[in-house]
């Protein structure tokens, strides 16, 4: 953990002003290891990443996992066609460096990655997708999310997906500043990480299923993240 940080406050806003009820209080912050880490995810049923020895419970509402299985599946589709390599969901836990585990909603993994495409064995591997997704939760924060950006590209990640379910959007990165916004009319495209990948975003929410209108905020817990 940074030495700059002396308050609560300075935690959070390090951590890119991450709603405190998604940060673990034990292991104490800046204390967490990815043993810990795993400890908690084998007993409870909760996804964690780790950043800066602080467990920091992942934003997942129901429609944005939907979101999620259904951009998946296109994947699946596309991949079956072209054989580039495999596609992990938020579980599968990845070390971008030392002390940092991100767990991206969906990670695409070229076969260059796995001699004799045989998948790693360990929880948690030290693999650097090309492709990273992340699907907006309500509890997402800008700050947690342009952290995060800067987390994939420094590892060596090539382009990021973040798709926002709400404004039923994704904004495309190549670069930290290199972003193109994709309205619901438009198409997702691979660029050069799945060539001849192209997904009307239309389709992908038709497939994902429409959402009800919110019915007032509701209060965060547990249950309303995954």
């Keep these: 953990m940074s030495t700059a940080i002396v308050t609560l406050a300075d935690m959070l806003h390090e951590l ?17 290891t990815e043993k810990d880490l795993l400890r908690i995810v084998a007993k409870e049923d909760v996804l964690l990443e780790l950043v800066d020895g602080i467990l920091v419970e992942k934003a997942m509402g129901y429609y944005a996992s939907r979101v999620t299985i259904a951009l998946a599946f296109f994947l699946e589709l596309y991949l079956a066609k072209q054989d580039l390599g495999v596609i992990s969901g938020p579980d599968g836990l990845i070390r971008l460096a030392g002390g940092l585990v991100r767990a991206p909603d969906l990670a695409f993994f070229p ?5 004799n495409k045989e998948l790693p064995s360990e929880p948690i591997p030290e693999l650097v997708p090309e492709l990273v997704v992340e699907v907006l939760s309500e509890s997402n924060t800008p700050g947690e999310m342009a952290r995060k950006h800067r987390e994939y590209f420094d590892a060596g ?16 990165l190549t670069g930290p500043d290199e972003v193109q916004q994709i309205e619901e ?13 192209r997904l009307p975003l239309k389709q992908l929410f038709q497939r994902a299923g429409l959402k009800q209108p919110t019915q007032g905020r509701q209060a965060r817990g547990r249950k309303g993240r995954r």
């Design 157 to 172: 990640v090539k382009l990021i997906w973040e798709v926002d379910p709400e404004a039923r959007r994704v904004r495309a």
């Design 16 to 32: 890119g002003d991450v709603p405190p009820e998604r940060i673990r209080w034990k292991p104490y912050p800046g204390t967490a």
């Design 185 to 197: 009319t438009g198409s997702l495209t691979g660029a050069d990480v799945l060539p001849g990948f």
């Design 111 to 115: 076969w260059r990655l796995f001699p």
